[in-house]
């Protein structure tokens, strides 16, 4: 089928991984060496399947996981070559993953950014989050990828970690400013209920949670002294005016926050075009006995209605640092909510009347509970 | 009936001891219902009695055995309706005394075998249960034998459940109960021990004729409060309403009234007629005030007109419940109630919740105070937040409260009774093993937690039972809380001055916790007038935020944005400041000490 839709953005999951970390609550498959080429088969595929939806030329593509970099480098390779081109291609990597050879393939096949989860340079740290790499794989996976001409590199931090001090993380973001990282992504770590990981370090982390709270705050002041622009809750890259006038934001992860239509293929990936949601099963087996049969996999989809899009629009649009637009999104908005928030100093209004609605850096630090109060 | 062959008794019994069961049982044996037409204890009208085992609402009953005509007549069985009980009892020359012959006496059992006894009622003893395979009858029935000083071999052993021994029951009900003692042949006065309302007929006054008769469109007046009326009907329960020519002296019966107030004909009031009414009434009257307040709030405003309606039907049959309109700005529309006591408070409130579905929060509960302003005005306060500023003197209410206890729980109860500012009075031993203390208090001590603590301190063992005595002099004030500088009205509380600092800092304490933390600052205090004698403060909140939101997450990202905001919608506004109504909950349970 030809591509003439309008989708420009695509996702592809890849979920084998060489062992689960235990904060992850991602869908991921440990090992399975044997099933990547079936796994690559069905992706393809299922590409097939959905091509209509897509326009003829994309935007970004991205390869998350898992690790997609753990996937057998043929079949990576066979996988890369068969997707559609893209003005941004990203694969996720983590830093043991990616050696001298691995990096040109990358090249190679087009693939023009890449988001390295290095989470923490401390050792200590790395072991509690389960990770195998350690700080200097993160640096050599860097320079790799440098030497491979990647001039686009994204860093994936973790804060909050259990354990973790405020000296702790200061290191960690200077060991990451170090590597001079064309942007970098900060998480604070998410203890979900009833995970291996909340049972081991629960007790740990409510303990250090008081002290845990200046943590935000201190890697964004952090990040921006070093002359990052903080362009969403826990993206930061360097400014166009620091970087030949390159825009630096992640062109596939602002679709998701602009509200832009997006098509995942792979197990567990999620789609959203012209107002239909649908998540592809998680289940391997399911995934790949349907496409085999040449079917569309088991999805569980979701309408949105009109304002819920709307809402939606507001939720992801806020978390940028540029002004949200409000023509035709005025109804998901309480306007009486905006005006107490804004003598709070939490929201701040652009243009007259109202034309764009932005969250002050303070209100960006509280964006959820900001949002939830003036969602309509 | 010549009074000779009329008993009237009643059945004094703990919680589960059987009093409904045998109840049923008379009613059986004596075919004024047959096996077929029973309802599982039928004397228990309304659902919560059933359901928490308690009557509240005295009832008669007719039956006849061998000749005679037995009126039994039911009595509520907690502390807060001793004023009831007392007139039930009044109306009655007897009571059976029924114990479970597993359980032993239990100490709720004995403020009102005690209070039978002081009515000079014929007690006859009744070991029930005998069936089960824990019975221990013969160890029952030595201790109810020296509890009332009877013959341990008087005391009858039964089965309510099988029917073993109930003939028994009412043949002793015969022989050793004695026959009411009137005078038939003088002006007419009947003893009001209770009263309910239906709809088409009005208020139906329960009575025990004492002298003379009463019959049908008779003009009748009751003698305390003035109230006039003429008889529509009168009659008895069999066990339901059955007309009769008349009632006569030593009968236990009805009278329709027609009257559609409640209030208007008081238990414990005397009925006389118009024609040729009687010189003086029957003793022992008392106007039952409410003496504990509280406001009720319908958790969702909308709720607000709904309430008003249930409260206005529950007033029909509840004389006692007093209520009027109020406004807090932290909790919006509801009403200050007042009641007897707390067991009284927890009904009307379960009514309320069960019978009309309402949702509601219940404040603190407060007694009534009575002010004196520095201006020299006089006035009655039921809620803390009018309590005037400028005041020369309070007075609360006192209670002589007696309290009968095992021997071996005297040293609970006394810590109990002076942490409580209790005064003692004096202390009698009623037996080798039990104790009766008499004490002073505070009726704002007993409002709150006392009946949970003197329960759990005395292993349930201790019998309560009060009499408000007077007002007194207290060294009294208002603890007021505010949230961001402004004050919660539905928060402040009266409490001794020693007790003040303690209350305020509990209070702010709590509301920390329970408060959830703002985008700013927020302080709490507790103060007296002008002066902050505790203080905490929220701190506000620094991050709120979902780190990761991608293409994967924006359907829970929103699915928990909404959540949140449905949350909020629970929430009560007091100033900026969002307070979740569990916040309010925990406060005011904090002083309830219920649940």
């Known amino acids: 089928m030809s591509s003439r839709g309008v989708v420009r953005h695509l996702y592809v999951h890849l979920p084998f991984c060489a062992s689960r970390c235990g904060y992850c609550d991602f869908v991921t498959v440990v090992g399975r060496h044997g099933q990547h080429r079936a796994y690559v088969d069905a992706l393809l595929a299922e590409l097939d399947l959905e091509r209509g939806a897509l326009a003829p030329e994309l935007e970004s593509v991205f390869l998350g996981g898992g690790t997609p970099t753990f996937t057998e480098p043929l079949e990576l390779e066979r996988l890369l070559r068969a997707l559609p081109p893209a003005l941004e291609v990203t694969v996720e990597a983590n830093p043991e993953t990616v050696t001298a050879a691995l990096a040109s393939l990358l090249r190679e096949c087009g693939v023009n950014r890449v988001s390295l989860g290095a989470q923490s340079f401390q050792p200590r740290l790395l072991e509690v989050l389960d990770r195998r790499a350690g700080p200097d794989d993160v640096r050599r996976a860097v320079y790799a990828l440098r030497d491979a001409k990647i001039d686009n590199i994204s860093l994936d931090l973790i804060y909050g970690i259990p354990g973790q001090s405020a000296a702790d993380l200061d290191a960690d973001l200077s060991e990451a400013l170090a590597l001079e990282p064309e942007h970098l992504s900060c998480y604070e770590l998410e203890a979900k209920p009833g995970t291996r990981f909340t049972h081991a370090h629960g007790v740990e982390l409510s303990r250090q949670a008081e002290a845990m709270e200046s943590y935000f705050e201190r890697v964004v002041a952090r990040l921006r002294a070093a002359g990052y622009r903080w362009y969403e809750t826990a993206n930061f890259c360097r400014p166009a005016a620091l970087a030949d006038g390159r825009d630096l934001r992640s062109r596939h992860n602002l679709a998701y926050w602009r509200g832009r239509d997006y098509l995942g293929l792979g197990i567990g990936a999620v789609s959203t075009i012209e107002g239909r949601r649908w998540r592809t099963t998680p289940r391997l087996g399911a995934y790949l006995a349907a496409l085999a049969g040449g079917r569309t996999p088991p999805r569980e989809l979701e309408e949105l209605s009109a304002d819920v899009r709307r809402s939606e629009r507001v939720l992801l649009g806020l978390r940028l640092d540029e002004p949200l637009a409000l023509a035709g999104l005025e109804g998901a908005v309480d306007w009486g909510a905006v005006e107490r928030l804004e003598r709070l100093g939490l929201v701040s209004r652009d243009g007259e009347p109202m034309e764009a609605l932005a969250l002050t850096p303070h209100g960006r630090f509280l964006g959820g509970g900001v949002t939830a109060e003036l969602l309509a | ?595």
């Open chain 2, 1 to 595: 009936m010549d009074q000779s062959h009329i008993r009237n008794f009643s059945i004094i019994a703990h919680i589960d001891h059987g009093k409904s069961t045998l109840a049923d049982r008379v009613l059986e044996l004596t075919e004024t219902v047959t096996g077929r037409q029973m309802r599982e204890q039928v004397l228990d009208t309304m659902e919560l009695e059933r359901e928490r085992g308690i009557t509240i609402k005295a009832q008669a009953v007719r039956v006849d055995w061998k000749g005679h005509e037995l009126n039994l007549i039911d009595t509520p069985g907690h502390v807060d309706f001793t004023y009831e009980v007392s007139r039930s009892l009044q109306a009655c020359e007897g009571a059976l005394l029924v114990v479970d012959a597993a359980q032993g006496i239990e100490a709720q059992t004995l403020a009102n075998a005690y209070l039978a006894i002081e009515n000079d009622l014929e007690i006859v003893p009744v070991v029930n249960k005998i069936d089960l395979p824990q019975a221990d009858p013969d160890a029952t029935a030595a201790e109810i034998a020296e509890l009332v000083g009877e013959d341990p071999d008087r005391v009858l052993r039964i089965s309510a459940k099988t029917g073993d021994g109930v003939d028994a029951v009412l043949d002793a009900i015969v022989e050793r109960i004695p026959p009411p003692a009137g005078d038939p042949g003088a002006p007419p006065r009947a003893l009001i021990f209770d009263s309910s309302y239906d709809q088409y007929r009005g208020v139906v006054a329960f009575v025990r004729v004492v002298d003379g008769s009463f019959r049908a469109r008779e003009p009748l007046r009751a003698m305390a409060q003035g109230t006039r009326f003429e008889a529509e009907e009168v009659g008895f329960f069999s066990p339901t309403m059955r007309a009769a020519e008349e009632l006569g002296a030593g009968e236990v019966g009805y009278v329709v009234t027609g009257l559609k107030d409640v209030s208007r004909l008081r238990v414990g009031d005397t009925l006389t007629s118009e024609r040729g009414p009687a010189d003086e009434p029957l003793p022992g009257y008392k106007d039952v005030k409410p003496m504990v307040f509280a406001g009720l709030f319908p958790t969702d405003s909308d709720d607000y007109p709904d309430l008003r309606d249930a409260l206005e039907k529950l007033k029909l049959n509840d004389a006692a419940l007093f209520y009027e309109p109020e406004t807090s700005q932290a909790l919006g529309f509801g009403f200050r109630c007042g009641f007897l006591g707390l067991l009284h408070m927890e009904i009307v409130r379960e009514r309320l919740e069960r019978e009309f579905d309402l949702d509601l929060l219940v404040t603190a509960p407060n007694v009534a105070y009575r002010v004196v302003t520095q201006a020299g005005q006089e006035v009655e306060v039921h809620n803390p937040a009018e309590m005037p500023r400028e005041i020369e003197r309070v007075e609360e209410p006192y209670i002589k409260a007696s309290i009968i206890v095992p021997k071996d729980y005297v040293g609970p109860v006394m810590e109990l009774n002076t942490e409580r500012r209790g005064r003692f009075d004096h202390m009698e031993y009623l037996s080798e093993e039990r104790v009766l203390l008499i004490y002073e208090l505070p009726l704002a001590e007993i409002v709150l937690d006392y009946y949970d603590q003197l329960k759990s301190r005395t292993r349930g063992y201790a019998s309560f039972d009060y009499d408000v005595i007077d007002f007194r002099e207290g060294d009294l004030t208002r603890v007021d809380v505010l949230i961001a500088g402004e004050l919660v009205d539905a928060l402040s509380l009266i409490v001794h001055r020693d007790e003040a600092y303690s209350r305020g800092r509990a209070l702010v304490d709590r509301l920390r916790e329970e408060i959830p933390r703002q985008f700013f600052d927020v302080p709490v205090q507790a103060a007296i007038g002008s002066r902050v004698i505790a203080r905490e403060t929220i701190k506000a909140k620094r991050k709120d935020v979902l780190a990761k939101c991608y293409g994967g997450d924006i359907t829970r990202k929103r699915k928990l944005l909404e959540r949140q905001k449905a949350g909020k919608k629970r929430m009560k506004q007091v100033g900026a400041v969002e307070v979740p109504q569990e916040a309010f909950l925990a406060v005011l349970n904090l002083d309830g000490g219920k649940k």
